[in-house]
């Protein structure tokens, strides 16, 4: 019996695409499901992969750039029509938490009209919290520091973006989400994990191979290279080739939307 799955939703970058959906992905730890990122169109994407309302554990908002939310709140229309009954806690950038609120307020998905609570959690780096039996552990990205240094003044904002540690007593499994160097891959690489979801469209493609050659052996488990950038994904035979010659005997893949990963 496998430990867990981990299925791609959605694999594109911030482009729009007629064959890659936005950044959503789905994991099932054991008994437990975890929905990581809500880009569009991931209502549709979760019901092609079964998963019904009350299937999920909790979600888990990375940032908030639309690539990485925009399907959240269909998603919420959805469980108000369909009547989801169990409560649902929603992690997302403390920033994120008002905006969230008055987005679905103004789109008329009253909480009085949900059979449902939504209880919004603000993410705090390096503090873990539980979606069922999986412990999350947050860290904060400088994806977005570019955008501060050059916008702060004038938009004030927390500008806050996180990757993930996702773990139980049986596998681990670390998920870049968005980041703005190799840097932000370290915390996640402290120890060994079976799986790293790493984005492919902020960071180098030869640099972060060589990156990963660099770990230990055995430190990581297998690859999966999601968020490719719209040149690298026109490239992809190419982009696999260099890869394959970098990267050696270490496990990897380029995700498409709907690919499941079994552990």
């Known amino acids: 019996m496998s430990k867990a799955t981990f299925q791609a939703l959605g694999t594109g970058d911030g482009w729009a695409s007629d064959r890659r959906g936005h950044s959503a992905f789905l994991f099932k730890l054991e008994d437990s499901t975890l929905l990581l990122d809500c880009g569009e169109p991931v209502s549709r994407r979760l019901r092609a992969a079964g998963v019904q309302p009350d299937d999920l554990d909790g979600i888990v908002l990375s940032h908030l750039h639309c690539d ?130 790493c984005e492919l469209a902020h960071v180098e493609p030869d640099e972060l191979f060589a990156y990963l050659k660099d770990q230990p052996e055995g430190h990581i488990g297998q690859v999966a290279f999601t968020h490719l950038s719209r040149p690298c994904r026109a490239n992809l035979e190419g982009m696999q080739a260099q890869a394959a010659a970098a990267l050696g005997d270490l496990p990897h893949t380029f995700l498409n939307d709907g690919d499941v990963i079994t552990l």
């Open 68 to 197: 990485h939310v925009g399907g959240f709140f269909m998603l919420m229309q959805g469980f108000w029509l369909d009547q989801r009954t169990r409560d649902l806690a929603v992690h997302l950038p403390a920033e994120g938490v008002e905006p969230v609120r008055r987005m679905l307020d103004a789109a008329y998905i009253f909480e009085e009209l949900m059979a449902c609570a939504l209880n919004f959690e603000p993410l705090q780096s390096s503090t873990s919290f539980e979606v069922g039996g999986i412990t999350m552990t947050p860290h904060l990205t400088t994806h977005l520091d570019q955008l501060k240094t050059t916008f702060g003044e004038k938009y004030p904002a927390g500008f806050e973006a996180f990757s993930f540690v996702l773990e139980n007593a049986d596998t681990r499994i670390a998920h870049s989400a968005d980041i703005g160097g190799l840097g932000d891959l370290r915390v996640l690489l402290t120890q060994p994990v079976d799986l790293l979801v």
